[in-house]
């Protein structure tokens, strides 16, 4: 496992997901399954058991529009024009590590 911290105090870290995929599984089913009702299918996509160890240069995530700013914080920056993803809208953005 590797991990940065980021300023504002978030810390990303790299796992295996065979070994971390049970509690990875909790905090994705209780945040976008069950707070943000985002269909199960579409959260359970199965391209999960495809991770691997890599040297990542560049995070790239889709964040809902209204926490822009805690991406923000935490050094992302926008990389696209508003989209609509699970029926919420998104901004694609990017952090350079």
């Not at 810390?11 to 089913?29: E, Y």
């Not at 920056?77 to 919420?88: H, N, Q, R, T, V």
Request: with cysteine.
């Amino acid at each position: 496992m590797s991990s940065q911290t980021l300023p504002g105090s978030l810390k990303i870290s790299v796992v295996d997901w065979a070994q971390s995929s049970r509690t990875l599984r909790q905090i994705r089913t209780s945040v976008f399954i069950e707070e943000q009702h985002v269909p199960e299918a579409l959260e359970w996509d199965g391209l999960d058991t495809t991770c691997r160890q890599r040297s990542v240069k560049k995070i790239i995530l889709n964040a809902q529009t209204y926490v822009l700013n805690f991406y923000q914080k935490a050094g992302f920056k926008i990389s696209s024009d508003e989209f609509i993803d699970a029926g919420i809208m998104h901004k694609e953005m990017t952090l350079l590590l």
